[in-house]
């Protein structure tokens, strides 16, 4: 399914986390890999990035993704077992997980768009580039040329709901931050993707499409998120300041006021 975000809410503030895994720290590892293990994604994680490393495998389990040949994990060489594995990057996953992650990659791909098809099979296609640039790093699931794809999972089967996790999630920040690295790296992006697998039956995949407006404004909160994160990141957080007033005044949004509403004249 192929849609477009074409509006977006004003959204007011923004936690200075929201780019904190973006910045490239003194020390920090930049192995894709590595960064997820640390990570710890736990078992929904670990399922999404299968069905992600699936899609690259064009409907088949990836290699990296690999199946406990064990009963229970409780076993001492159960567990040697999966810390070899894991310490190699590897996707450790149970045997009822991963023949439900293999069914849902023969479906997730039988169901995705022409578009990511032609994108994860095109010779010229990058996975899981990682990328840094002015003290940023952006890592990167599917490029070919100007034209980028990051994947996402989600318990949404319907647009709305979607787009609904875009504005929570801050994908638009994410978007801008992508291409402001890529960008440094003199990569010129001419369409960003985000592919919302579903992983609810029949695991549709929704290809978003951010338009000029959602960058625009994804990019003004990425600075700002930014600054705010460079500028509090070394301070105790007992030290910071807080985000609000004691008391906060709630307005009227833009879209609703008396004059649209006769309702509302009673307010006067």
Not at 177 to 196: G, M, S
Not at 198 to 227: C, N, Q, Y
């Amino acid at each position: 399914m192929f849609c477009m975000v074409t509006n977006y809410n004003d959204v007011e503030g923004i936690r200075a986390s929201t780019l904190k895994k973006f910045t490239v720290l003194p020390g920090e590892r930049l192995s894709l890999r590595k960064a997820v293990k640390e990570k710890d994604l736990g078992r929904a994680g670990d399922l999404g990035s299968s069905v992600h490393y699936g899609l690259e495998s064009m409907g088949k389990m990836h290699p990296d993704v690999v199946e406990l040949p064990f009963d229970s994990l409780r076993t001492k060489a159960a567990k040697e077992w999966r810390e070899y594995e894991e310490s190699k990057g590897r996707i450790v996953l149970s045997q009822a997980d991963y023949v439900k992650c293999k069914n849902m990659v023969e479906q997730v791909w039988s169901n995705s768009p022409a578009i990511l098809k032609d994108m994860v099979q095109s010779k010229d296609a990058l996975r899981e580039e990682v990328l840094v640039g002015g003290g940023l790093k952006a890592q990167i699931d599917l490029r070919v040329g100007g034209v980028v794809t990051d994947y996402k999972s989600t318990r949404h089967s319907d647009v709305r709901g979607i787009f609904r996790d875009f504005w929570r999630l801050a994908y638009d920040v994410q978007a801008a931050h992508y291409i402001q690295v890529l960008k440094l790296n003199d990569v010129e992006v001419d369409d960003f993707y985000f592919a919302f697998v579903s992983s609810e039956d029949p695991h549709e995949t929704f290809m978003i499409r951010v338009t000029k407006s959602v960058l625009e404004f994804g990019h003004r909160r990425w600075e700002k998120a930014l600054s705010t994160y460079l500028q509090w990141k070394d301070t105790p957080i007992e030290k910071l300041p807080p985000m609000y007033e004691d008391v906060i005044d709630i307005e009227l949004p833009s879209w609703l006021s008396d004059e649209d509403d006769p309702e509302l004249a009673f307010m006067d």
